[in-house]
């Protein structure tokens, strides 16, 4: 496993990067990249940490030490401390950095146990198992088609889509665009498939894909979205932007312009089937939103914090209004723990002896955290109200010794002097009023996908599980208990003829 000196030096390479119409040489010094790249590389470092490393490794089967939740669980035990791992992780970035390099291991790990199901790539399965294990490398992926024109069918956009032009002997060439790449710049691999149909009809397969490619490959591109770090950067002290200056999760579009990807590295090759239906089969589905959901809870114990702290300064936190919206956040914050731990204690048996998470708690965290993040967004909007849009400029105001005593005297808080009361408060503005908060809070309501589909899929879930029927029988065995004569069980008294007649 690599450390953060060495994750960091693995990004010096010929990967191809746009950003304000400008190619990005290297992203390991750029200002917009740069401070993410060391947060992740806190990660790596965190791995090799005696403190921490007990939480976060173990060693597997094979022999070699990894990070928990890139070994295949076959116990309670195991999910329950995969979960403490991804948590020891994402406390790193208070939560803000949602695909760090353990959530493709919601992939990569099942690989092992699920290799069968990859028909014809089932020893690439096996050698990706050990290779993402072994290596921990930072996978990002890529699942959606671009956004062109969602009116027309598959085949009328198939220019746009990601699709198999080429066979070789030693792989395949693809050709076209996916979305969102987040993180891409920092990552080492590219996961490519689709969350949706694959064939284009007449035939046309060659949409119906699963591969890794390496993001330097010769012909890859990522065209990036405006970079808050950069921003953050030109606004000088971090004391401005104390999220947006490191945890920016810079997102991408990925185009793949006549990429060669070698065999070792595809699972699924104009197999339709394989393709669309990886996504639940597999158990990718299970493991994505068990890290998700531990990520989100984390996030909103750094979100308690704030809005406990700030009500503090303000002086408010003996509200009775206020305490009722700092209880609203709370209990949010304990319901997604308690998903998790439920995901990892009430597991679904999985192939070749292995556990998953249990769906039916992914899924409710997956139609929950995207109206819940806005919530509570809401809520500080409200409690902290003209706070956050009255504060000073930015850190240089209290170097201004002309200014510096007004802001001393009109900006301190109870208990509190200005300079600590400003610090907070800027974090929060920056955690949900920046850009950067425009785009988390944009992150978590898409985080799972479309926001009417993933509550469709609840249904689904439930009609596939049989938990549908159960709830049905409930209520038939209700029904069943009286008639139009009077009750059909002895358990309870009918009326008499007289009282009813009367």
Request: aromatic content about 12%; overall charge negative; charged content about 25%.
């Amino acid at each position: 496993m690599m450390n953060g000196k060495e994750y960091i030096e693995s990004l010096k390479d010929n990967r191809t990067i746009y950003l304000n119409g400008e190619k990005i040489d290297d992203v390991t010094t750029h200002p917009a990249y740069r401070n993410s790249v060391r947060s992740i590389a806190r990660l790596y470092d965190a791995i090799h940490d005696p403190n921490k490393a007990s939480v976060l490794t173990t060693k597997t089967e094979q022999g070699y030490t990894t990070h928990k939740f890139f070994k295949e669980a076959k116990s309670v035990q195991d999910l329950l401390e995969a979960r403490d791992a991804i948590a020891e992780w994402a406390k790193l970035s208070y939560g803000f950095m949602g695909r760090s390099p353990d959530y493709k291991a919601s992939f990569t790990a099942q690989l092992n146990a699920y290799s069968d199901y990859y028909q014809g790539f089932e020893a690439n399965a096996r050698h990706w198992y050990e290779k993402a294990g072994k290596e921990l490398p930072f996978i990002n992926h890529t699942i959606i088609n671009p956004q062109v024109d969602r009116s027309k069918s598959l085949h009328e956009n198939k220019d746009v889509f990601v699709r198999a032009i080429a066979e070789r002997d030693d792989g395949i060439v693809v050709s076209g665009a996916k979305m969102v790449g987040t993180s891409a710049a920092l990552t080492h691999y590219n996961f490519v498939s689709n969350y949706g149909p694959t064939d284009l009809g007449d035939g046309d397969q060659s949409h119906a894909l699963i591969f890794f490619v390496a993001m330097d490959a010769p012909g890859v591109k990522m065209i990036s979205r405006q970079s808050f770090e950069l921003q953050a950067s030109r606004a000088g002290s971090p004391f401005n932007y104390p999220l947006s200056s490191r945890f920016d999760e810079n997102d991408a579009v990925i185009v793949l312009d006549n990429v060669f990807v070698p065999w070792e590295n595809v699972l699924a090759y104009k197999n339709v089937d394989v393709t669309n239906k990886f996504f639940v089969e597999t158990g990718f589905i299970n493991r994505f939103t068990f890290q998700g959901c531990t990520r989100f809870a984390v996030k909103l114990d750094f979100m308690a914090g704030l809005l406990l702290k700030a009500t503090e300064q303000a002086g408010t936190n003996q509200f009775r209004g206020v305490q009722a919206n700092i209880g609203e956040v709370i209990a949010w914050r304990n319901l997604f723990w308690s998903l998790s731990t439920s995901m990892a204690t009430d597991p679904m048996p999985g192939w070749n002896g292995t556990v998953m998470p249990n769906l039916k708690y992914g899924a409710t965290y997956r139609a929950l955290a995207p109206f819940v993040w806005p919530k509570i967004k809401n809520i500080f909007e409200q409690v902290i109200a003209g706070g956050l849009i009255q504060l000073p400029s930015s850190a240089e105001d209290f170097m201004n010794p002309e200014l510096r005593p007004y802001l001393d005297k009109y900006y301190r808080g109870s208990g509190v002097e200005a300079e600590e009361r400003v610090k907070l408060y800027k974090m929060i503005w920056d955690a949900v009023g920046t850009e950067f908060g425009g785009r988390h809070e944009l992150y978590e309501i898409n985080y799972g996908g479309n926001t009417e589909n993933i509550r469709l899929e609840m249904v689904k879930f439930a009609d596939a599980m049989g938990d549908s029927d159960t709830y049905k029988s409930f209520v038939d065995q209700a029904l069943s208990e009286y008639d139009l004569t009077g009750w059909t069980v002895n358990n309870w008294i009918n009326p008499e003829k007289e009282l009813v007649e009367q």
